[in-house]
């Protein structure tokens, strides 16, 4: 991935084609979030607010996610952005529908979070944690300022972005590249303090009276992950409807782009698994009751077999077939690993939201209201609610996709790092 080339100034001519997805993403996405919302009314509306919780952090951390590859590739260069550079641009714009998509979170918090209980039905516990941190009011006042700065971030890179594009047209030697360079460094300070905030306040919290010193780092690097898999399902896409229009993209996209993508991947997973071990290893030798707790709820209730399915498909095996060359530079083959690891991305929220609410919330003991084991009705909602999000996500990910070029556009050289 290293080295220096210069990049033929035709290769702005490449646009990204019609895909045809975002009417019937719309259709079953809607269509998913409807029945999830009568299943809700019939079984019990926390049972379904904890699945939609979990499906929102999972496609609000794609979005996030386009933003800090977008930053890091300014930061860094390199082959593996010159291609999904404009794809993960254009999903930041998507922040917009995650802002819009979390006001139940905010409506319903109290079907969510055990200190947004009335403080009188709260446990000694958790009325020892009872502060202006953990006010509902202030909640929402940081959820907006958290969009906000995400929101600023999003907008100044887009509109350079397409000032970059117009000035390249006119003059392929101009390079305006140095501006996001310079605000990418501070932004990637910016962003991982702002989502390891976040991240605090919308997931971590659902745990009562725990928590981890790298959350928020152990979530960035699994929506990383998470972008990665999508983009290079994206790219797949891209590229079929290019084949069948007959137009040559290999100057564009060939094997060595394919291999530079799976290599991407590797190192996400490798980071993932990482932080993930390291957040064990720090609990258990603090060996402190109230850390423990986030464990010991996952392991009964058969929520033990799922640590152990994700262990097996969410690290072991993405890693082991990764660190075959020939298999990162086949198309067909990394785009079975991406899917798959967003098949477990989603289960890994849910493993990370569901077995905290097996005692239920304070106030709350009826049925409707606990989950009582990983196995039950409520999986379809567990299904549904991503689809719901994900339907809308990709559709309006689609529409802001059309007539986009593939390359940003290309100064004299560009620099691999």
């Known amino acids: 991935m290293n080295g220096t080339h210069a990049i033929n100034t035709e290769l702005i001519s490449y646009r990204i084609p019609h895909l045809k997805v975002a009417t019937p993403a719309v259709a079953i996405g809607g269509g998913a979030l409807i029945l999830a919302v009568i299943l809700g009314f019939i079984g019990g509306w926390g049972n379904f607010m904890h699945a939609y919780l979990a499906a929102y952090l999972f496609w609000f951390g794609i979005t996030i996610g386009c933003i800090a590859l977008t930053m890091l590739h300014h930061l860094t260069g390199g082959r593996w952005g010159d291609v999904i550079r404009p794809l993960l641009e254009t999903g930041t714009r998507n922040l917009i529908l995650m802002f819009v998509l979390g006001i139940p979170i905010l ?141 040559d993209h290999s100057p564009l996209i060939n094997a ?89 991305r989603q289960i890994d929220f849910y493993y990370q939201i569901h077995p905290s609410y097996a005692d239920g919330l304070p106030g709350k003991t009826d049925e409707a209201h606990r989950v009582m084991s990983a196995f039950g009705w409520h999986t379809v909602q567990n299904i549904l609610t991503p689809v719901g999000i994900g339907g809308l996500w990709i559709a309006f990910f689609a529409w802001n996709l059309k007539d986009r070029r593939v390359l940003p556009a290309p100064a004299q050289e560009v620099h691999h790092g």
């Open 107 to 247: 409506i319903f918090m109290r079907d969510i979070y055990p200190w947004a209980q009335p403080y009188e039905v709260l446990s000694t516990k958790l009325k020892h944690q009872y502060n202006m941190w953990t006010n509902p009011a202030f909640f929402i006042v940081r959820f907006v300022v958290y969009f906000l700065i995400l929101g600023a971030m999003a907008v100044g890179l887009n509109r350079k972005y397409r000032l970059r594009d117009e000035m390249a047209v006119k003059n392929p030697a101009d390079n305006t590249g140095s501006f996001f360079r310079f605000v990418s460094g501070p932004g990637m300070l910016v962003l991982f303090v702002v989502i390891t905030f976040a991240t605090i306040d919308w997931a971590m919290s659902v745990q009562a009276a725990w928590f981890s010193t790298i959350y928020g780092l152990h979530y960035m690097a699994g929506q990383g992950l998470s972008t990665v898999a999508l983009m290079i399902i994206v790219i797949m896409l891209i590229t079929r409807q290019w084949e069948s229009n007959r137009a």
């Open 256 to 344: 060595e782009t394919w291999h530079d993508l799976g290599n991407l991947l590797f190192a996400f997973t490798m980071l993932w698994g990482y932080l993930s071990l390291s957040q064990m290893l720090i609990v258990y030798s603090g060996n402190l009751p109230f850390e423990a707790a986030f464990y010991k709820a996952r392991s009964v209730n058969n929520w033990q077999y799922i640590g152990g399915a994700m262990i097996a498909l969410h690290f072991f095996l993405p890693f082991s077939l990764l660190l075959m060359r020939n298999l990162k530079r086949d198309p067909k083959k990394l785009i079975i690993i991406a899917v798959l690891i967003l098949l477990v």
